[in-house]
């Protein structure tokens, strides 16, 4: 029990830094996904553009939430 009391504070930085991990993670798919569909020369029509940066805006509150875990 005591091993386990020691082991509990390296697990919980472990969790943290994955939350981080994976916000970091999230906010660069966002970009990446709004960078790459919102050019002009892409050809979209504009609904089209306004979806794709909803979901960036969707993605981007995941990711403020995992880093508000971490």
């Avoid at 009391?5 to 966002?30: D, N, Q, R, Y």
């Avoid at 089209?48 to 508000?68: F, N, Q």
């Amino acid at each position: 029990m005591k091993l386990l009391h020691k082991l509990s504070p390296l697990g919980h930085f472990l969790i943290s830094l994955l939350f981080i991990g994976c916000g970091v993670a999230l906010i660069t798919f966002a970009a990446l996904q709004l960078w790459h569909r919102v050019q002009p020369w892409h050809g979209l029509a504009l609904n089209e553009r306004l979806h794709t940066v909803l979901d960036s805006l969707a993605v981007l509150t995941v990711a403020v939430a995992a880093l508000e875990l971490g």
